[in-house]
């Protein structure tokens, strides 16, 4: 299974950026998907999550700025970022979690990353 997230690239502050990832290969089926950051120096943290029926849940950070939706149907998770500010400049990451198979264990997948830099 790959996850690849593509959409990051520079931004002036008030700016807006889409980010997007698709899930590829042997899967049954995906509950939640998601996206993390991490900045220079920082661990990695949440940005948004979403079920697979629909339900968000945003870091402080980002609530009313960004906004998580997902197409179960092509398994793509996107993230539409406005407004943005210097502090929100970081690598993007991914996340899904898949079961590959019918009655298989559902394991945590990660995306390489995609930055994110806002700056005038």
């Known amino acids: 299974v790959q996850l690849q997230a593509c959409g990051g690239g520079l931004v002036q502050p008030g700016g807006s950026l889409r980010l997007s990832c698709a899930a590829s290969g042997s899967i049954f089926s995906i509950t939640d998907m998601g996206w993390y950051r991490q900045a220079p120096g920082k661990q990695r943290g949440l940005v948004a999550t979403i079920t697979s029926g629909g339900s968000t849940n945003y870091a402080d950070s980002v609530r009313g700025r960004f906004t998580i939706s997902r197409n179960n149907a092509n398994n793509t998770v996107y993230l539409q970022m406005n407004n943005l500010k210097p502090e929100d400049t970081a690598v993007y990451y991914c996340?899904?979690?898949?079961?590959?198979?019918?009655?298989?264990?559902?394991?945590?997948?990660w995306g390489e990353g995609t930055l994110v830099t806002v700056s005038s």
């Open positions: 996340n899904a979690v898949i079961a590959y198979y019918r009655g298989g264990f559902f394991n945590n997948d």
